[in-house]
């Protein structure tokens, strides 16, 4: 089976550009969250969507955004690009989302990344 | 705001000894989260916890939510070089937020 697929695996863009991010999840999943890894914020998260629809959110400013389509793809842009945010974007994908599945069937599986550089 | 704070920070072992990682909130956990993240490897999550008093196991790792739900704890027996790494908990509170990791090295 292959895993969660992320493109592209590194992107570099110049402040005030925009950029999308690609998500494939495992064949059969519905779930896809992202998540953004820094060195000085670590590990946050940005948003999951299910079955098309954005369940959770996290705390980030309205420049970033995401979307899932039909087939579970999921794409997150971030708008007027700021050196702040370069970093790891992480996405995952499940069978189910936070807030749905219990302890017992919650699992994630996690992409490569796309590593972002702000210039 | 809910906070997690994770100790140690990091940790050294010998192979085969056992040992333990703890993460600590502010506020009553709902739901905890296990991560690990090697590099080369990215990030594995390990196992999901959210009632007091669960415990879950993952190869020879295994966690547990205390009954008042607001410490989690990782142990790990008789570790290996392959469970080094940086260990992350996560927690739902009013989105999912981390902990800042514990690094762990195993000396063969």
């Known amino acids: 089976k292959a895993g969660v697929t992320q493109t592209p695996r590194y992107l570099i863009k110049t402040r005030g550009q925009q950029v999308t991010l690609s998500c494939s999840p495992i064949?059969?999943?519905?779930?896809v969250s992202w998540y953004q890894q820094t060195p000085g914020q670590g590990l946050q998260f940005l948003f999951e969507?299910?079955?098309?629809?954005?369940?959770n959110k996290g705390n980030f400013p309205g420049r970033f955004s995401g979307r899932q389509f039909s087939n579970s793809r999921s794409e997150m842009n971030v708008s007027t690009l700021e050196l702040g945010d370069s970093a790891l974007y992480l996405c995952a994908s499940g069978l189910n989302f936070r807030g749905l599945a219990s302890s017992s069937s919650y699992e994630q599986y996690f992409g490569p990344g796309t590593r972002l550089t702000v210039t | 705001s809910q906070e997690l704070e994770q100790s140690p920070q990091s940790l050294i072992v010998q192979e085969g000894k056992n040992l333990t990682i703890n993460c600590t909130s502010s506020?009553?956990?709902?739901?905890l989260y296990w991560y690990k993240q090697k590099y080369g490897e990215g990030l594995i999550f390990l196992m999901m916890l959210q009632k007091g008093g669960e415990e879950k196991s993952h190869e020879k790792i295994t966690a547990k939510l205390d009954e008042k739900k607001q410490q989690s704890s990782l142990h790990i027996t008789a570790s290996q070089p392959s469970h080094a790494g940086i260990y992350l908990c996560?927690?739902?509170?009013?989105?999912?937020?981390f902990g800042t990791g514990t690094r762990l090295t195993v000396i063969p």
């Open positions: 064949s059969g999943h519905r779930s």
């Open positions: 969507y299910f079955s098309e629809t954005q369940r």
């Open positions: 506020k009553t956990l709902y739901g």
């Open positions: 996560g927690a739902d509170g009013n989105n999912l937020f």
